[in-house]
């Protein structure tokens, strides 16, 4: 958008700097994101897409079974929320974490959310967990 104001701003994508930056690249066609969502989406048992309109897909085929469905989406919301902060943090701090560095967070996140939930649902906790640390 600022490009089409006459403003001299870099298009490129700031996870790889090899292509311009949109949604359907960040998530996750983008070589940096894909690495981040091909760890996780293996994680969660999930098919590893690189489109976004196929991976919205999926996850709305995952609905039959509900505890199988709270992992994949919990996930999904994690890698989008983590390559995002990246994304600005190196747009606003010049910091740059290699793609191992976010995957670690994201699998905080989710042992943390797990351990959280784990009295209130302890059905769906256990077998997120299961998967979870199944594939670690
Ligand atoms: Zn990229």
Same mark, same amino acid.
């Given at each position: ?5 006459? &403003? ?5 994508? &700031? ?10 690249? &960040? ?23 690189? $489109? ?15 505890? #199988? @469905?709270? @992992? ?10 983590? &390559?995002?902060?990246?994304?600005? $943090? ?13 995957? #670690? ?19 769906? #906790? $256990?077998?997120? #967990? ?7």
């Amino acid at each position: 958008m600022l490009n089409g104001w006459g &403003l001299n701003v870099d298009p490129l994508c &700031l996870l790889c700097n090899t292509a311009q930056e949109s949604r359907y690249h &960040l998530f996750f066609e983008c070589r940096y994101s894909e690495s981040v969502w091909r760890r996780i989406a293996y994680r969660c048992d999930l098919q590893v897409l690189t $489109s976004w309109d196929d991976i919205v897909a999926q996850l709305q085929d995952l609905r039959t079974n509900r505890d #199988s @469905l709270r @992992l994949p989406l919990l996930a999904t919301q994690a890698v989008i929320y983590w &390559l995002w902060t990246e994304r600005n $943090s190196r747009l606003h701090r010049q910091t740059f974490k290699p793609p191992e560095a976010i995957i #670690s967070l994201i699998d905080k996140q989710i042992r943390n959310r797990l351990q959280s939930i784990r009295h209130a649902i302890p059905r769906a #906790s $256990s077998a997120m #967990s299961q998967l979870w640390f199944l594939r670690s």
